[in-house]
């Protein structure tokens, strides 16, 4: 199983081979189609993310210390994000994820494609992320 | 004919080496030559507060200021310049009439909404309405997309006491029945305000003929700056309602114990007004007068009839409301079943295409169209030609092809 450093680099390089937005799309529908069904107990307003202007749902479990997430949207280009971050991050600590540099989103060439609005979805989804990690780090110290 | 060459954003972004597409009017417009000339051209030679001061930058002002003011009366036909309350936009000249006028009625007295209305012809009669007991009613609509007058006639009682409604409907076009509202409502005593923002740059409005007793609307929807409304009111209700904001021009005398406010239509003005906008809005009167001489009412009645046709390339589309473009005005809302609005909208934007995606400012619309996610939303104004169809049309192809 790679890393979480590991992952996050596959996912720069994969962006990085495409100058054109459209191909950049293209990637991120791309991974929409690959994220496994949610589960529907997880397909309800506790799991939904406020600030974005498509809905998405964001779960995550805790498995032998490591964090897996799981998510769904009702719109293809917010699923296929959400779905990025969500192959990036599972299997990492929440550790792992609360001493990890965001910045490499920048790297994506995400934020420029984006109005102020969707960009505003993809930092909660970011911080959703690291909330649960926040849970669960404090979890596991208790 | 064509208005392009008014706007200089249009060259600016060409230079820019952008061709935007720009089909969110019902947003807010571009600005012509002449408003943004006529904003600077005042803060360069006039700028000063209007009104109270004697000295002569400050007389000129308040001529200008109370030029659009006449401006404003000829161009929607009231009877007096005391009708004509300059706010901040429409949703503030509806906040300012909720609260105001409602402050008139009694517990237990009712209003009556529709299923179209914008979020700012909703929640300022909401709250006003639950602070003083009074109920609110909402009048069904058809799946064409106007208001169900007999069904509206079945809900009015002997408490009913206003009906706010819009003249177009910002998500459909659809331009509704106000003068046949407004002469039921009147043999029984109610009055009518009218949300115009979405009409006023799209056909003539004369609120004589219409009769309505408020008429509300933005100048930044009508190729003026942004941060500048209007408020008409018939005298008669305007001299009964109480003021909505305190301070400034709208005090006659004060002492600690009392004060008595100024006449109208000062009494609505509060504090320091957008001077340069409403000066600047005066051009943008002056350009719609010279639009609807000119032709647009027909000019953007082909624009959507001939986006229809194009629309007609793609069978599977949901488009809402009526396709009688006799009865609609300047705004298309559409879904494709198996497409997120939201991803058709941010792709359009990647091309060069502007338009507006999700609820537009009315969720009960969303609801009641089975909308849940929202819409696309065309716009168009006066310097939209076929050819941004065809640009919309082309890109919606790719979009297409990469969602589906």
Redesign the interface.
Same mark, same amino acid.
């Given at each position: 199983m790679s890393t979480l450093q590991e992952r996050i680099q596959e996912i720069i390089d994969q962006f990085a081979l495409f100058d054109d937005?459209?191909e950049k799309?293209?990637l991120i529908?791309d991974f929409s189609k690959k994220l496994p069904p949610l589960d529907e107990r997880y397909k309800n307003p506790t799991y939904l993310i406020h600030g974005c202007?498509?809905?998405v749902w964001l779960a995550a479990e805790l498995k032998d210390g490591k964090v897996y997430f799981f998510a769904d949207s009702?719109?293809?280009?917010?699923k296929g994000m959400v779905a990025i971050l969500v192959y990036i991050f599972s299997g990492a600590t929440p550790e792992e994820i609360l001493n990890n540099d965001f910045s490499f989103i920048d790297q994506l060439g995400w934020r420029e494609?984006l109005?102020p609005t969707?960009a505003n979805g993809l930092n909660a989804m970011l911080k959703q992320i690291k909330m649960y990690a926040l849970a669960f780090s404090t979890m596991k110290n208790k | 004919m064509s208005w392009k060459k008014e706007f200089p954003i249009f060259d600016h972004l060409v230079q820019q080496h952008k061709s935007i597409v720009y089909l969110d009017n019902a947003a807010t417009t571009h600005k012509p030559f002449s408003v943004i000339e006529r904003e600077k051209w005042y803060y360069t030679e006039w700028n000063s507060n209007i009104h109270r001061a004697n000295h002569h930058l400050a007389q000129v002002s308040t001529e200008l200021f109370e030029d659009t003011r006449e401006a404003v009366r000829a161009f929607i036909h009231a009877n007096k310049r005391e009708e004509i309350i300059f706010t901040r936009g429409t949703t503030e000249s509806l906040n300012l009439l909720a609260t105001s006028v409602l402050s008139l009625f009694s517990p237990g007295d009712n209003i009556i909404l529709t299923w179209l209305e914008h979020h700012s012809n909703i929640v300022p009669w909401q709250v006003q309405a639950k602070l003083r007991g009074i109920e609110i009613r909402v009048a069904p609509i058809s799946d064409e997309g106007f208001v169900e007058v007999e069904q509206l006639k079945e809900l009015i009682d002997e408490k009913t006491r206003l009906i706010s409604l819009t003249h177009v409907s910002n998500v459909l076009g659809t331009v509704q029945p106000i003068q046949e509202i407004v002469q039921f409502a009147h043999q029984h005593g109610i009055l009518v305000a009218v949300d115009g923002a979405q009409a006023i740059a799209h056909l003539p409005v004369n609120v004589s003929e219409l009769d309505c007793d408020f008429y509300a609307f933005s100048a930044h929807k009508m190729y003026g700056p942004t941060g500048v409304g209007v408020l008409y009111g018939k005298e008669k209700w305007l001299e009964m309602m109480p003021p909505y904001q305190y301070g400034g021009e709208m005090i006659d005398k004060v002492s600690f114990e009392e004060t008595t406010y100024n006449e109208l239509p000062y009494k609505f003005e509060a504090g320091t007004p957008n001077i340069a906008g409403v000066v600047a809005f005066k051009e943008a009167i002056l350009f719609v007068q010279q639009l609807f001489e000119a032709g647009v009412v027909s000019h953007e009645e082909e624009l959507l009839t001939f986006a229809f046709e194009e629309l007609n390339q793609f069978p599977e589309l949901i488009i809402y409301g009526t396709r009688s473009t006799k009865k609609r005005t300047s705004v298309i809302s559409f879904n494709h079943p198996n497409?997120?609005a939201?991803?058709v909208g *941010? *792709?359009l934007? +990647?091309m060069g295409v502007a338009v507006r $995606?999700?609820h537009h400012c009315a969720q009960p619309l969303s609801k009641r169209l089975k909308a849940d $996610?929202?819409t696309v939303r065309l716009s168009l104004a006066c310097y939209n030609e076929k050819e941004d169809i065809l640009h919309f049309v082309e890109a919606f192809k +790719?979009v297409q092809n990469? *969602?589906l």
């Open positions: 937005w459209m799309y293209s529908i202007q498509s809905q009702d719109a293809v280009i917010t494609h109005s969707r | 497409m997120h939201y991803d *941010l *792709l934007d +990647k $995606t999700g $996610t929202g +790719k990469m *969602l």
